[in-house]
């Protein structure tokens, strides 16, 4: 040991000593601060064993070109794709490919309208269904029961093809929705039901936020007792955004809306279950 430190360590216990017998006050402060110091310096010991354990125990992820990959704190980091996305999306694109391939009970394509809807699944209250947008997928559906006879506000409306129009009058849900959206001009009808009118296809999530209309979303939730779909706001918007250009300008748009047992006869009711 060093000569120097030895007279550094006589002085520090001399002052100790002198202070216990003057002052011993200000030797407990002097301890309590020396006892908190200590504890602190365990603490930056520990995590940095923990760091070095994490470092050497753990293979980071790599990027593109084989460097570590960074991520955002908040940021998920997945190892692998998840085998049941990669699952969905084959199903989808198979029902897709049967879908042009296909013709209704009436001999009529489904990809001659501009959107189809596929219903699959009515529990006595929701109606779930599939939107496609010219033969590709596009969004999930909600609807309301069927009914054999029309109850005002709780019946979905009957399966066939019907003309899309922009309604252009201006009501309280139009003022609604352009008081929500600066997008939105006008809502999307769906002419010519029989029976029906003021019917569209917009936002919503239960059977609840539907008296007869079509809402549309980019997710489903099908377990629970009372059947759901979320993120609506997103799919309509990108619906609208989609349609609203062609309607806007004359174009010529259409909706064929297919009944649970045209699944049955085209005999691929199995694998639309698996999609949901």
């Known amino acids: ?24 006050q200000v030797l407990d402060r002097i301890w309590m601060w020396l006892v908190g110091f200590a504890g602190y310096i365990v603490l930056l010991v520990r995590r940095a064993s923990d760091s070095l354990k994490g470092l050497f125990g753990k293979t980071p992820a790599l990027g593109e070109n084989g460097s570590p990959k960074t991520t955002h704190p908040d940021e998920p980091v997945f190892t692998a794709p998840s085998p049941v996305i990669d699952e969905l999306k084959s199903k989808i694109n198979e029902l897709e490919e049967r879908l042009q391939q296909t013709q209704s009970a009436e001999g009529i394509p489904l990809n001659s309208s501009s959107v189809t809807v596929l219903r699959y699944l009515d529990d006595g209250q929701t109606t779930l269904g599939l939107l496609f947008l010219r033969g590709r997928f596009f969004a999930y559906t909600l609807e309301d029961t069927h009914q054999k006879s029309k109850v005002p506000g709780h019946t979905r409306i009957p399966a066939g093809t019907y003309p899309l129009e922009l309604n252009r009058v201006v009501t ?105």
């Open 1 to 24: 040991m060093s000569r120097p430190f030895l007279i550094v360590l006589f002085v520090i216990l001399l002052v100790l000593a002198i202070l216990f017998v003057t002052q011993p």
């Open 172 to 276: 309280p849900l139009t003022e609604r929705y352009r008081g929500r959206f600066s997008w939105f001009d006008f809502h999307i009808e769906i002419m010519g039901i029989p029976g029906f009118s003021r019917v569209y296809i917009h936002i919503g999530n239960s059977h609840a936020d539907t008296e007869g209309c079509i809402l549309i979303a980019d997710g489903v939730n099908a377990a629970d007792p009372q059947k759901m779909i979320t993120h609506s706001r997103l799919a309509f918007e990108r619906f609208y955004k989609t349609l609203h250009p062609q309607l806007d300008q004359g174009e010529k748009l259409s909706i064929q809306v297919m009944d649970e047992d045209w699944f049955k006869q085209a005999q691929i009711l199995e694998k639309t279950k698996e999609l949901v």
